[in-house]
């Protein structure tokens, strides 16, 4: 991922490498090929305006300084400004003072979000927490068994309903999500695990009656983090997705998945600046170690590397 935007940006700063100090012009010049790269690379149409205002006002209003060259100078504006748009700091986990800290993942069918509750329940597990998976996502018929696969492997328990309830101990049924959801949290509470990821159902496409049942499952177990994971692969869509979860059910925070695929992944980067929530994890594989704390200033330098 990025390795285009990552050759291009590189290469604009190669030219003004040995120059000395940088007329208007010489500016200007530079940062319409920093606009190109950007827009090329799919970052949103408006983040890419703020981005390049802010780099052309930085870059003209620049001391010359004894320890930056004019191109180091470029660089570091513009590292500045990248990681800015992916939201500045890291941000981590809010974990309630009164456990079960309760995690809620939205997203599009097929964003990740199954794997995700794997690649957290593991790593929750590994600081020493206890989590629980709740399989609330009981639109496709596979769902609650791949999410069982998946805490198998993470060596997490899974609350899951069964259909006509055979056999289970809990009364949950496979048509009602919002109270699987609900006792998924009770269940949590009751055997003292501290957090609990609640795996909701996703669609291919946007639609209300999904929009509203992630709605009401937020309401039934006033989650403490809601994450909304989205594919990087999906290009220029995903700045649209992430503004109608954000209407539709809001999220306290973002997960890029697939940041292991080769599109251009610009929108993804964009849906901080977008949304106003950060970005807190990345996904980048099937294995479900394939999971980092994002990092802004790293992502920034990996980009501008
Ligand atoms: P969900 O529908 O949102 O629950 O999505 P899933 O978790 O089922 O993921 C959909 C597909 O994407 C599965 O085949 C996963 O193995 C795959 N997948 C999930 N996360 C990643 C990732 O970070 N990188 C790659 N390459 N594949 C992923």
Do not use: Y
């Not at 496409?205 to 709605?215: E, F, K, N, T, Y």
């Amino acid at each position: 991922m990025f390795n285009s935007l990552s050759d291009r940006l590189t290469s604009t700063f190669k030219n003004l490498r040995g120059r000395g100090r940088l007329s208007e012009a010489d500016i200007d010049a530079t940062v319409r090929e920093i606009r190109r790269a950007l827009l090329d690379a799919d970052v949103a149409v408006p983040v890419v305006r703020q981005f390049t205002a802010s780099v052309r006002e930085r870059a003209l209003s620049a001391e010359v300084s004894g320890a930056l060259n004019p191109a180091q100078q470029v660089v570091k504006i513009v590292n500045d400004e990248l990681v800015g748009i992916l939201g500045g700091e890291t941000r981590a986990l809010q974990l309630a003072k009164t456990p079960p800290t309760v995690i809620m993942l939205a997203g599009l069918q097929g964003a990740g979000k199954t794997t995700l509750a794997g690649k957290l329940g593991l790593a929750l597990k590994e600081q020493g927490h206890t989590p629980l998976l709740v399989a609330a996502d009981l639109q496709r018929p596979n769902a609650v068994t791949q999410l069982s696969v998946v805490a198998e492997r993470a060596g997490v328990p899974v609350f899951a309903p069964h259909p006509g309830n055979q056999g289970m101990e809990t009364d949950a049924v496979i048509g009602d999500p919002v109270g699987v959801a609900r006792q998924g949290v009770a269940e949590a509470r009751a055997k003292q695990h501290d957090v609990v990821i609640v795996d909701t159902a996703g669609r291919l496409g946007v639609d209300q009656v999904l929009m509203q049942q992630a709605a009401d499952i937020r309401d039934a177990v006033t989650p403490d983090e809601v994450l909304f994971v989205i594919d990087a692969m999906i290009g220029q869509d995903a700045v649209a997705t992430a503004q109608a979860f954000l209407a539709g059910v809001d999220f306290t925070g973002v997960v890029l998945s697939k940041l292991d695929g080769d599109a251009r992944g610009g929108a993804a980067l964009s849906v901080a600046t977008v949304t106003g929530r950060p970005i807190m994890f990345a996904s980048t594989g099937e294995k479900l170690t394939d999971f980092e704390v994002f990092h802004p200033d790293r992502m920034a330098s990996r980009i501008l590397d």
